[in-house]
T-cell receptor
Framework: RKEVEQDPGPFNVPEGATVAFNCTYS??????FFWYRQDCRKEPKLLMS???SGNEDGRFTAQLNRASQYISLLIRDSKLSDSATYLC????????????FGTGTKLQVIP | DTAVSQTPKYLVTQMGNDKSIKCEQN?????MYWYKQDSKKFLKIMFS???????INETVPNRFSPKSPDKAHLNLHINSLELGDSAVYFC?????????FGPGTRLTVL
């Protein structure tokens, strides 16, 4: 089983739609969770951290379910500019921040 | 000002050659990383340094040798390049949890 698994997509959605991505992780001792965004031929950039209580940043909502070991990202009112690959990232519990990236879920928002 | 910079941006070379990629960060972070992103877009950690000390060394061929002359720089030297080394190599730095990535070096081995 991969450490971090995501559906690669692509998810093709119309502008204004709501889309959700899930990610599962295998290490129950994982301590930190993130969503990164990677545009085509660019570097990954942090989108948001994910907390046990769930967190929201504008149109983006992230949730963590420790019991089931999955993380979700919900995007409301999709914009063309949301088209990118979304990477689920899980950090270990060690003293140094080693993180494992999922393979990413590609989102294409269509006019 | 660029936070994490890498040189070169593109590198095209023949099999068997030796090449280096350089990375510098001006964020004052203690930890730096090298990642490899292959053609399937899978981003995999290769090495990590904390204050010039190697702390993560994943299963990487010993043809790859990182060097950190100071905590703001992390270079990657690759000996005897192979076709399978073709990928995008990203440098990153972090202080706590968020990792800041450089723009990547696209390596093509012919």
């Amino acid at each position: 089983r991969k450490e971090v698994e995501q559906d690669p997509g692509p998810f093709n959605v119309p502008e204004g739609a709501t889309v959700a991505f899930n990610c599962t992780y295998s290490n129950s001792a994982s301590q930190s969770f993130f969503w990164y965004r990677q545009d085509c031929r660019k570097e990954p950039k942090l989108l948001m951290s994910v907390y046990s209580s769930g967190n929201e940043d504008g149109r983006f909502t992230a949730q963590l379910n420790r019991a089931s070991q999955y993380i979700s990202l919900l995007i409301r009112d999709s914009k063309l500019s949301d088209s990118a690959t979304y990477l689920c990232v899980v950090g270990n519990s060690g003293g140094y921040q080693k993180v494992t990236f999922g393979t990413g879920t590609k989102l294409q928002v269509i006019p | 000002d660029t936070a994490v910079s890498q040189t070169p941006k593109y590198l095209v070379t023949q099999m068997g050659n030796d090449k280096s990629i350089k990375c510098e960060q001006n964020l004052g972070h203690d930890t730096m990383y090298w990642y490899k992103q292959d053609s399937k877009k899978f981003l995999k950690i290769m090495f990590s340094y904390n204050n010039k000390e190697l702390i993560i060394n994943e299963t990487v061929p010993n043809r790859f040798s990182p060097k950190s002359p100071d905590k703001a720089h992390l270079n990657l030297h690759i000996n005897s390049l192979e076709l399978g080394d073709s990928a995008v190599y990203f440098c990153a730095s972090s202080q706590e949890t968020e990792q800041f990535f450089g723009p990547g070096t696209r390596l093509t081995v012919l």
